[in-house]
Structures are given as C-alpha cells and as structure tokens.
C-alpha cells in the first residue's frame, strides 16, 4: 500500500500558470520528500521539508506542511513547457530507511 | 560522481526465462534500494541494503527474486523464471545514511513476453 496519495492525479495547464499538487499521507513524519520523473527516466529529489516546517522554497517550487491535516502542497509557479513530468510525494518509515511513493500527479505544461 | 547507473536499460525476454539486472550507486553512498515501478504508478519499494548487508525486504519480493550487494558495491537483482507480471520498471537508488534524499538511477525497463 502506498502512504501517500497525490490529488489531482493528472494537471494540464499553460505555461506561465501556477500548479499545485497536493499530497496526503497516513502516518506520522519526520520529513516528507517531494520527486519529478520525466517520461521513461529515473526521479529526481527536489525538494524535502521537516516536520517542524511549514513552508520551504526552491527556486520556483514551493512546499507547505501541515502535520495537523497530514498534507503537503507542492506549488510550481511561472510553469514551463520543460516541468512537465509525474510528480510524486515519498514519506520515510520511522527507521528512515525506506521511501513510500504515492501514485503521483502527471503535469502536462502546454506551450 | 557519475550519478546512479542502471544496466541494461531495456531488457525482453520470455516467460521462464532468468533476467539479471545491475546497479552501480554513487560511490560514497552506503545504502541501496531497489524500487519496482508499473506503468501510471509509484514506486514500490523491494528491498534495501546498508553496505552488503540486506536489512530489509519487501513482501512483494517473492522467492523468484533475488538480490545481492557483495563488498557493499554494486547491487544485482535477480529474477528468476520470470512472469508477464513482472513486466515492470526496475528502479535502483542511492543514499548516504542520514542523508534523506535518494539519488535514482534510470531504471531497467523489464519486458516478459
């Protein structure tokens, strides 16, 4: 079974337009990781946030946490053609040392 | 650092038939993770191992898989008399202990006709 379950499973926007993907998993975190897979390749780590953040910013990606609700939102602003890729939520187990992927959100970024 | 390496990228073969995959992971990482992927899904998680010891194994892994790590180097993943079902994107990643994010390979892209 997978701990996290990204909402909405499919985005199609245009460039230059925001995306969310939001995620909400079942357990308790010590942190939440966010991944990008391009069609047929490998993921790549993006961005990770501590259970004692609310909010972190990379570049134009920006992830908020809310324990309380046990979600997280990725935010992707100002999209380009090339961010269009599956983006997956991952949680680790409490020894760390294991990833749960949820079934991610495939973003089409239209030019 | 060359990154996480997959080989071979593609790999058909017939039902029965025993397939072997390899994974080169970066070479200050300590731990090592087999990921299987069907097409429109997450990651499952298979197996895992810090240096050469195996510490855990998922119940997906079934005794037709095997998977190794000698010298806590490269890793194979092995399986045998393969299925249609197990037609799948093997993913192998990476990691420093402590560190939390994973560096994935591009994965071995299995099909079993």
């Known amino acids: 079974s997978q701990q996290g379950e990204e909402d909405p499973q499919a985005l199609s926007i245009q460039e230059g337009e925001n995306a969310t993907m939001n995620c909400s998993y079942k357990t308790s975190i010590n942190n939440l990781q966010w991944y990008r897979q391009n069609s047929g390749r490998g993921l790549v780590h993006l961005i990770l946030i501590r259970s004692n953040e609310r909010e972190k910013h990379s570049g134009r990606l920006r992830v908020t946490l809310d324990t309380s609700k046990k979600s997280s939102s990725l935010l992707i602003t100002a999209s380009r053609a090339a961010d269009t890729a599956s983006y997956f939520c991952a949680t680790p187990n409490n020894a760390g040392n294991m990833l749960t992927f949820g079934g991610g959100t495939r973003l089409m970024v239209k030019p | 650092d060359t990154g996480v390496s997959q080989n071979p990228r593609h790999k058909i073969t017939k039902r029965g038939q025993n397939v072997t995959f390899r994974c080169d992971p970066i070479?200050?990482?300590?731990?090592l993770y087999w990921y299987r992927q069907t097409l429109g899904q997450g990651p499952e998680f298979l197996t895992y191992f810090q240096n050469e010891a195996q510490l855990e194994k998922s119940r997906l892994l079934s005794d037709r898989f095997s998977a190794e790590r000698p010298k806590g180097s490269f890793s194979t993943l092995e399986i045998q008399r393969t299925e249609q079902g197990d037609s799948a994107m093997y993913l192998c990643?990476?990691?420093?202990?402590?560190?939390?994010?994973?560096?994935f390979g591009s994965g071995t892209r299995l099909t079993v006709v």
């Open positions: 070479s200050e990482h300590n731990r």
């Open positions: 990643a990476s990691s420093r202990e402590g560190g939390y994010g994973y560096t």
